[in-house]
């Protein structure tokens, strides 16, 4: 699995946000131009704003591009559920199957099981066309796809997806969005990035 930030806009656009909402200028918000550098009065008034009031509308107007690569094709059904996400997802209609990856589960039994199903299946059926084919790929393929989502999002789907009940694979790759977010984000992320495994174990 592997996470890219592509692109990101300014952690200002937040703060002239929260400014204009409260009309507080006196106290900051004052950017001649976009920037992640923001002064320390500005960050403790976002990370108030957002974490203490949940006025969490301010940060989605800062979005991330992310390229994402190597996750299966179970872990896409479950982020495609996600809101106020655009994304663009690698085609399987136009990339043969014979050029596709299988998510490993741990289970070697499972995972030769699945890789052998999925190789009998391209022998057997490799003269129709993709579009029929496909039908038959197991949840195991891997995809990759490249994403464009608003801090907001991305908070929430920290909750949801670094939770212990959630789909492993998910986890990790939470896990490796936030490790590529600029450093100067990462105040709003703190209780996330906690939950590291092996971050504070003995």
């Not at 009309?23 to 960050?43: L, V």
């Not at 589960?105 to 699945?114: A, M």
């Not at 129709?128 to 989502?149: C, F, G, H, R, W």
Request: include cysteine; proline fraction near 1%; hydrophobic fraction near 35%.
């Amino acid at each position: 699995m592997e996470v890219k930030l592509l692109d990101h806009t300014k952690l200002s656009n937040a703060v002239i946000a929260g400014r204009t909402a409260y009309q507080s200028w006196h106290k900051g918000g004052n950017y001649s131009e976009a920037t992640d550098k923001i002064t320390e009065e500005d960050e403790k008034f976002l990370y108030r704003l957002v974490k203490k009031y949940k006025h969490e509308s301010i940060i989605e107007q800062v979005t991330v591009v992310l390229s994402i690569k190597g996750v299966s094709r179970a872990l896409l059904q479950q982020w495609s559920r996600s809101r106020h996400i655009s994304q663009t997802v690698m085609s399987t209609r136009y990339v043969d199957g014979q050029n596709f990856g299988l998510h490993k589960t741990g289970n070697e039994e499972f995972d030769e099981h699945i890789q052998n199903y999925f190789k009998n299946t391209l022998e057997k059926f490799g003269n129709l066309s993709n579009d029929i084919v496909k039908y038959a790929y197991p949840e195991a393929v891997q995809t990759e796809l490249v994403v464009q989502m608003n801090l907001r999002e991305l908070l929430h789907l920290c909750s949801l997806r670094l939770s212990k009940a959630a789909m492993q694979e998910y986890q990790e790759l939470m896990l490796l969005i936030l490790k590529t977010l600029p450093k100067e984000f990462m105040f709003l992320f703190t209780d996330f990035v906690k939950t590291e495994k092996g971050e504070g174990d003995d």
